[in-house]
């Protein structure tokens, strides 16, 4: 279960004036993903043609074995130094 200030976080990065850079958005849906999902459970990876689906399958299946506490942790240092650079 994710704490209240992950929720306050996932929020606040969604109301940023600008768009973070693709890796940092990246970055942000494995963190996400693996801190409420936990291990990405689908072993097949998308086909090439689908390189948006492809690349966010990659940014979570990197964390895979992360515990969900530490992807939390990171995902919120994350979007605090997003807010810090794109505020």
Known sequence: MVSQLFEEKAKQ???????????????????????????????????????KDRAKWDAWEKLKGKPSEEAEKEYIELVDSLIAKYN
């Open 13 to 51: 990065v969604n109301e940023l004036p600008t768009q973070p850079a693709q890796a940092e958005m990246l970055e942000l849906y494995g963190l996400y993903k693996q801190a409420t999902v936990g291990d990405n459970t689908n072993p097949s990876r998308p086909g090439i043609f689908a390189l």
